[in-house]
C-alpha cells in the first residue's frame, strides 16, 4: 500500500527558537495585529509503501527517533494518510 | 538518416520562430542550412545556440579587437575559463560569469546558481577552485524602492554566501555599487578562480570516434528551460510570466561533482569534461563536438530525468544544475562509474562521438535532431550594428563643474565627508562578506576589505592577487575613457597589493545592443578596455557578454565588470591599504586635479550625475603603477591604496579605518591651490596614498622622484583612536578617527538588519516585502 | 604518533586539519573515509568542518549516521582523542557523543570573522599548552553555531568543567557583545564527561600560521600531542 | 478570540528539492524500506488573535504572501483552529 506520511518538527517548548523570534518580530514590523507566539519547525512528507497503516506509522516514528528530530531541541508528530491509487 | 518530426510538436510558425528569439534571416539560413524545415526541437536547439548567450551574436566583432595573448597565457578565450602561468609549475585558471537576470526573478537561487556555474567553468579544466569574488549592482538602498532593493540584495548575498560556503570555496573579494540605473536589473558576476600543475590542464573537447558521452550528476528537470534566451532578452512584464521552472542550486551535489571531477580528470580515463551551462545538454555537446572536429550521437531517452514526460525539446534545453558532459575513453566506463559511485553520484551513457561533424538527437532510435555541428556552433550570424551616442549624454558631459554651488551644509567641511561614507556604495562592505567564509582553505593571505584579495600558493614563496573593478557611472559618461578606467584601477588594485597585473577576464553588462546608443556604449567601451589591457599587458583570457540588461527607466548604465588576476613573486611583498604604526610618514603618489565630473561626491551631495568621466593618461598610470610595485618590492611601503570613489579625503579614511576595531588617527596638509571639492572629493586618477616608516621617507620619496612619478609628504599617522586631520588652504576637517569608522562600517547594517526582509532571507522565502 | 581526519561527503575543511596536524606536530596524519570501519590505528581523531550531506536537514544529523562514526564511538569509549571542529562539533553532538545542540544563529545570518576565545582551564588533552583566562583569536565561520541545551544540562556541564572555551572580548571579559552567535553563557568549546572527546565552532587549524593573522591555534594541536606522547593512546 | 494558524510551506512541485533529496537517500541508507519520494518544507505556527476565524484566515494568507512563503518557488496551505481558552 502507498501512504503519504507526514511528519511535523518543531522546537521544543522553552527551547531558544531564533527564527520564530525573528518572524514574531517581523509580522508586527509589518504591521500585522494580534501576533502572539511564533514557531519555525520542519513539515517533511514522505511518499511511504507499507503492508499497513499501522507499519506506516511505526517506521515514520522510528525515522523520527533516528533521523528527523533531534531528542535534545524537538519535539515531533506524524500523521499518515493513505494515498489515493491514482497514476501521478 | 530522415529526420522525423515527432508526434505533438507544435507547427513551425512564423510566430514560433520569432518567440525562439531567431529574426526571418537567421530562420532562412537554417533553411539553407538543412535543406528542409527544421523541427521543433531543432528550432528550440538553434535558438539556443544562436541566442546572444551562446552565439555572441552583437559582441563577437567587438570582442575579437580585444588583445588576448602573452607568453604567460596558456589558454586564452574560448573555452571553458583562461589559464595563465603563475610560475614554478604552476597554473591559474580564472572566469566570470553573469547571472543578471535569474537573480532578479529569483535572488538566492540566482545569485547560487550563478556562483555554481562559474566553479564547474573553472574546475573543468582541471584546476581546483580556490577562491570566488562578486560583482553586484542593484538600485538605491534610499528611497521608494529600498524595500525591493533590501530584498535583492539579502537574497543575492545568501545566495552566494550559501553556495560557495557550502562547497568550501573562500568568496574573497569583489565590488557593488548602488544606483538607481541598476533598479529592477541588478548586476550579479561572479568570478572563480583555481589552481593547478601546469600539466593538470585539460581542454572541453569530444574526441575519438567511438569514445561514450556520459552525463552525469543531477537528473535533468524542466528548470530553466530557454534560460539562455531568457538571458537575451529584456525583462518584461511578459517574461515574469514565461519565466521558466526556477532553477534550484544543489552545492552539496556540487561538492561532490568537484572532487569527482577532479578525480576523474587526474585518473586519464576521460578525454573531456564540460559543465552543462546555460542552453544544458545542447550547447555542452555541440561545443566539445564542435572544439574536436567531430560529431556526436546521443539517446536522449537515456538522459536521466526528475520528472516523467519530458520531450527531447526540454532534455536537451533544461538547465538543470550541477550536471557535467563527460567524454570516457571507450572501454572505461566502468573505471568512470566506479570514481563517480564512490562520491555517490551517477553517470549515464547517452550516446557517443562520431565522425559526421553532424549533431545527431535520437528519441527511442528515431532522429528527432540532425544538424550539421560546425555551423550550428560556430555559424551564428554575427552583427555589427550602428552605434550613435545618445546627445542627452554628450550634453551632460560637457557640463562644468565650476557652475556648483556649495550646499549649505558645507559650511562643515566635515559634512560631506561624513555624507560620502555613509553612502552604501562607498561604506564598508562588512555586513555582506561577513557572510562569506573567506578563510577556508587556509590560503587567504587578504580576505574582503582592502585594494585587492590575496592567495598564497602553498609550496611556494608566490601569491595570487584577484579583484574586480568597474564605475558603470563613468562609461555612461564616457563610455571609452569608463573603458579605459575599469582596467587602469583593476591594475593599480593589484599593484597596490603587491602583485604584478597578469590577465583579465571581462563580464560585459549593457542594454539592448539593438538601440544605437547602447551599441554606441559597447563599442566604444571595448576599444577603451582593449587599450588599456594592451597597454598594461592583461591581456583578456576570457568573459561573458550579458546584453539586454534594461528595465521600464531604459538601461542600466553600462558595466564592462573587469576581472583582473596578478601574481605576488614573494609573500613578503603583500600589502594592504591599512596604515600600519604612529609616526609613519604618509605620502599622496599622483596629482590632485580639477575633475568632479561622474563623481560620486556629485551624487550623493549634490544629487547629481553629470560631467565628463575623469581624465586618464595609461603611461601615466604605468609609470606610476611600476614604481610602487618596485617600491613595494624594496620593502619600503607599509601601506598602499588608490583613491577611487569618494576622492582623496575618503581613500585616506579607509586606510585610517581598515582596522574597524583599532582605526589610527591621521594628520594631512594639502598645499594644492584647488577648490575644497574636487580637492577633498573629485575622483582624479591615478592617485596613491602610501605610507612608511619615517626613516625610509627620503629614500621612497627620492625613488618615485627618479621613476618620474609626482610624490609629497603629505603627512604622519597619529595614534589608534586619535584625531583624522585634513588641512587645506580652504578647509580644515577634524573630527574623531572613530566618528569615521562609526558611519563607515554602520552605513549598510542600519539600512539591512532587523528589519522584515532580513527574516524573509533567513527563512529562504525571499519574498518581496514592500 | 598518528592522526586521521575523516571526510565526510560535503566535509570541506579536511584539508585545512589534514595540514595543520601536518605542519604543526610534523605527525603522520591520515583521511578517513565516511563509509569505512577502518581507523587505520590513529591515536587521535579529527571531525573537520564543512557541510557534511549539505548540511540538509539539521547540521551534522546525516553525518553523525554514517558507518564511521560506530568506530568513532568505539574509539571515543575507548578513551581515544577526537575534536571535532564546527561542523565535526554539530556531528558529535547529534551523534550524541557530546550534550547539546548547535542551532541557527541568533542573527539568522552565517557569520565569517575572527573572534576573541576565552580559555576556560588549561587541562590535557586539550589545552595545557594555554594558560587559563588566556584570550585567543580565532577565526569561525557558520551559520548555526549557537550552543544550547537545557539550563540543568549546562549547570552540570559548568560544574564538570565541561566548557573549555568561550566567547569573550579582546580584553577576555564574556559579554553578550562578544558573542557571535547566541550560544548559551558564550559556549564556544566544550568536552565531554570523560575529558576526550572535545567540539568547538570555531576553527584552530585556520589559526596556525602567522601569514594568515594568528597561531593561536596551535596550542590546542601542541596540547593533544603532548598527551599522547606522555600516555600513548589504548587503541 | 485566539486562534492557532499553522502554515505549512512546501516547495513547488516539479522543482528540484535538494533538502528532499538528501533526506531520501539518508532514509534509505539507514535500510528504511518502501521510502519513496521526500519533500522538507517549512511548519510556522501562530498564536493569532482576530475578530473571527475567517479574519484570521485572511491576515494568515496575507503573511505568507509577504514574509512566509516565497511565491517562486513554494506553495503554502493554511490551517486555523479555534484555540481552547485554557491559560498558557
Ligand atoms: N560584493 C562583495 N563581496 C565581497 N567583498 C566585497 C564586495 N564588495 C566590496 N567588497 C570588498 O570591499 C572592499 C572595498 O571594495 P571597493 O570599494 O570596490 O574597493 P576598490 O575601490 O579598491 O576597488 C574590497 O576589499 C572588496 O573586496
Ligand atoms: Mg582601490
Known amino acids: 500500500m502507498a501512504y503519504q506520511v507526514e511528519i511535523r518538527v518543531v522546537p521544543r517548548q522553552g527551547i531558544l527558537d531564533p527564527q520564530g523570534k525573528a518572524v514574531e518580530g517581523a509580522l508586527t514590523n509589518l504591521g500585522f495585529a494580534g501576533v502572539g507566539e511564533v514557531h519555525v519547525g520542519r513539515l517533511i512528507r514522505i511518499d511511504l509503501d507499507a503492508a499497513s497503516i499501522e507499519e506506516a506509522q511505526e517506521r515514520a516514528h522510528k525515522m523520527c527517533r533516528q533521523l528527523l528530530a533531534n531528542p535534545v531541541t524537538e519535539d515531533y508528530d506524524v500523521q499518515v494518510i493513505e494515498q489515493a491509487e491514482t497514476a501521478p | 538518416m530522415s529526420v522525423t518530426p515527432r508526434p505533438g510538436d507544435p507547427a513551425i510558425t512564423a510566430e514560433l520562430v520569432e518567440d525562439h528569439g531567431l529574426s526571418t534571416d537567421e530562420y532562412q539560413l537554417i533553411l539553407d542550412l538543412l535543406g528542409r524545415e527544421p523541427t521543433y526541437t531543432e528550432l528550440g536547439v538553434f535558438s539556443a545556440m544562436w541566442s546572444e548567450h551562446c552565439g555572441y551574436k552583437n559582441s563577437k566583432p567587438l570582442l575579437r579587437t580585444l588583445p588576448t595573448k602573452a607568453p604567460w597565457v596558456l589558454q586564452g578565450p574560448g573555452e571553458n575559463a583562461g589559464v595563465i602561468d603563475v610560475g614554478e609549475g604552476l597554473a591559474v585558471a580564472f572566469k566570470i560569469e553573469s547571472h543578471n537576470h535569474p537573480s532578479a526573478v529569483e535572488p538566492y537561487q540566482g545569485a547560487a546558481t550563478g556562483v555554481g556555474g562559474i566553479l564547474r567553468d573553472v574546475f573543468t579544466m582541471g584546476a581546483r577552485p580556490i577562491a570566488v569574488l562578486n ?33 568550501g570555496i573562500p568568496t574573497v573579494g569583489g565590488e557593488i555599487y548602488f544606483d538607481a540605473s541598476y533598479e529592477g536589473n541588478p548586476l550579479v558576476n561572479a568570478m572563480a578562480i583555481g589552481l593547478m600543475k601546469r600539466e593538470e590542464l585539460i581542454t572541453a573537447v569530444a574526441e575519438g570516434v567511438g569514445n561514450p558521452i556520459m552525463a552525469v550528476g543531477s537528473k535533468t528537470g524542466r528548470d530553466g528551460i530557454h534560460g539562455a534566451t531568457f538571458a537575451s532578452a529584456e525583462l518584461t512584464e511578459e517574461s515574469e510570466a514565461k519565466r521558466p521552472m526556477v532553477q534550484v542550486g544543489d552545492p552539496f551535489t556540487e561538492k561532490l561533482l568537484l572532487e ?43 538522459v536521466p530525468v526528475r520528472e516523467p514526460g519530458m ?57 528527432v535532431v540532425e544538424i550539421p555541428g560546425e555551423p550550428l556552433v560556430d555559424g551564428c550570424p554575427t552583427y555589427t550594428r550602428e552605434g550613435r551616442e545618445n546627445p542627452r549624454i554628450t550634453e551632460l558631459r560637457s557640463w562644468n563643474p565650476s557652475e556648483l554651488r556649495p550646499r549649505e551644509e558645507e559650511q562643515d567641511p566635515a559634512w560631506a565627508l561624513f555624507t560620502l561614507l555613509d553612502d552604501p556604495t562607498i561604506a564598508s562592505k562588512r555586513w555582506i562578506h561577513e557572510q562569506y567564509d573567506s578563510t577556508v582553505r587556509t590560503n587567504t593571505v587578504v580576505g574582503p576589505g582592502s585594494d ?25 559618461l564616457n563610455p ?29 553588462n549593457f542594454g539592448n545592443p539593438l538601440k544605437p546608443e547602447v551599441y554606441h556604449q559597447l563599442s566604444e567601451a571595448v576599444r577603451g578596455i582593449g587599450e588599456a589591457c594592451t597597454v598594461l599587458e592583461t591581456p583578456v583570457t576570457g568573459g561573458n557578454v550579458s546584453l539586454y540588461n534594461e528595465n521600464p527607466a531604459g538601461a542600466i548604465y553600462p558595466t564592462p565588470t573587469i576581472g583582473m588576476v596578478g601574481v605576488i613573486e614573494d609573500i613578503d611583498h ?143 599617522v597619529g595614534e589608534v583612536k586619535g584625531r583624522f586631520r585634513i588641512v587645506t588652504r580652504e578647509a580644515v576637517i577634524d573630527v574623531p578617527v572613530e566618528a569615521i569608522a562609526r558611519t563607515y562600517y554602520d552605513a549598510i547594517p542600519r539600512r539591512m538588519d532587523g528589519r522584515p526582509i532580513d527574516v524573509a532571507t533567513a527563512l529562504d522565502s525571499e519574498v518581496f516585502v514592500p | 604518533m598518528k592522526i586521521g581526519v575523516v571526510t565526510f561527503p560535503g566535509s570541506n575543511c579536511d584539508y585545512d586539519c589534514y595540514k595543520a596536524a601536518r605542519e604543526v606536530l610534523e605527525a603522520e596524519t591520515v583521511y578517513l573515509w565516511h563509509g569505512d570501519h577502518d581507523l587505520k590505528g590513529v591515536d587521535a581523531l579529527f571531525l573537520p568542518g564543512g557541510f557534511s550531506y549539505g548540511d540538509y536537514l539539521r547540521a551534522g544529523s546525516i553525518a553523525s549516521l554514517s558507518p564511521i562514526m560506530n568506530e568513532v564511538r568505539a574509539f571515543a569509549d575507548a578513551g581515544g582523542l577526537v575534536v571535532g571542529i564546527c561542523n565535526g562539533f554539530q556531528i558529535l553532538c547529534e551523534a550524541g557523543m557530546l550534550p547539546g545542540a548547535l542551532i541557527r544563529n541568533r542573527s539568522l545570518k552565517f557569520s565569517s570573522k575572527v573572534v576573541h576565545l576565552r580559555v576556560q582551564q588549561s587541562v590535557a588533552p586539550f589545552t595545557s599548552a594555554y ?55 558564550n559556549i564556544a568549546g566544550i568536552i565531554n564527561s570523560g575529558r576526550n572527546v572535545l567540539g568547538m565552532m570555531p576553527h584552530p587549524e585556520r589559526a596556525v600560521d602567522e601569514l594568515l593573522g594568528s597561531v593561536d591555534g596551535i596550542g590546542l594541536f601542541r596540547s593533544l600531542a603532548e598527551h599522547l606522547v606522555a600516555s600513548p593512546s589504548s587503541s
Open chain 2, 311 to 367: 520531450t527531447p525539446y526540454e532534455i536537451l534545453l533544461s538547465e538543470t544544475q550541477e550536471r557535467m558532459l563527460v567524454v570516457a575513453k571507450e572501454g572505461r566506463e566502468e573505471e568512470v562509474r566506479a570514481i563517480l559511485g564512490r562520491w555517490e553520484l551517477d553517470a549515464e551513457t547517452i550516446g557517443h562521438v562520431t565522425d559526421t561533424g553532424n549533431y545527431v538527437i535520437r528519441e527511442n532510435g528515431a532522429v
Open chain 2, 574 to 716: 603583500v600589502t594592504t591599504l591599512a596604515f600600519g604604526e604612529e609616526g609613519d610618514t604618509v605620502i599622496l603618489l599622483g596629482r590632485n586635479t580639477d575633475e568632479l565630473g561622474g563623481s560620486e561626491y556629485l551624487k550623493a551631495v549634490h544629487g547629481m550625475v553629470a560631467g565628463d568621466a575623469p581624465a586618464i593618461d595609461l603611461q601615466e598610470e604605468r609609470k606610476l603603477q611600476g614604481a610602487l610595485l618596485e617600491a613595494i618590492r624594496s620593502g619600503l611601503i607599509r601601506s598602499a591604496h588608490d583613491t577611487a570613489e569618494g576622492g582623496f579625503a575618503v581613500a585616506l579614511a579607509e586606510c585610517a579605518i581598515a582596522r574597524a576595531d583599532s582605526p589610527v588617527g591621521v594628520e594631512v596638509e594639502l598645499e594644492d591651490d584647488l577648490p575644497p571639492a574636487p580637492l577633498l572629493y573629485g575622483e582624479g586618477q591615478s592617485r596613491v596614498i602610501v605610507s612608511c616608516s619615517e626613516a625610509d621617507a627620503d629614500r621612497v620619496l627620492a625613488h618615485f622622484a627618479a621613476s618620474g612619478v609626482e610624490a609629497r609628504r603629505i603627512g604622519r
Open chain 2, 452 to 476: 585587492a584579495a590575496v592567495l598564497r600558493l602553498r609550496g611556494t614563496r608566490r601569491a595570487i592577487a584577484a579583484t574586480t573593478d568597474c564605475n558603470g557611472r563613468y562609461v555612461y
Open chain 2, 480 to 508: 571609452y575613457r569608463g573603458g579605459l578606467i575599469a582596467v587602469a584601477e583593476a591594475a593599480r588594485n593589484l599593484v597596490c597589493s603587491g602583485a604584478l597585473p597578469r590577465a583579465v577576464t571581462d563580464n560585459l
Open chain 2, 260 to 302: 569527482a571531477s577532479l578525480e576523474l580528470i587526474r585518473s586519464g580515463h576521460i578525454v573531456g569534461i564540460q559543465d552543462m551551462g546555460a542552453a544544458g545538454l545542447v550547447s555542452s555537446s555541440t561545443e566539445m563536438a564542435a572544439r574536436g572536429g567531430t560529431g556526436v550521437d546521443i539517446e536522449i531517452s537515456k
Open chain 3, 131 to 185: 594558560e587559563v583566562g588566556q584570550v585567543l583569536r580565532v577565526p569561525i565561520a557558520h551559520g548555526e553555531g549557537c550552543y544550547i541545551a537545557p539550563d540543568e544540562e549546562l549547570d552540570l556541564l559548568e560544574a564538570e568543567g565541561g566548557v573549555i572555551f568561550r566567547y569573550c572580548e579582546a580584553d577576555g571579559r564574556i559579554t553578550e557583545a562578544a558573542n557571535p552567535n547566541g550560544s548559551a553563557r
Open chain 2, 135 to 167: 560583482s553586484l549592482r542593484f538600485g538605491e538602498l534610499d528611497g521608494p524602492s529600498a524595500g525591493r532593493v533590501r530584498y535583492l540584495l539579502a537574497g543575492v548575498v545568501k545566495g552566494i554566501g550559501d553556495y560557495g560556503n557550502c562547497v
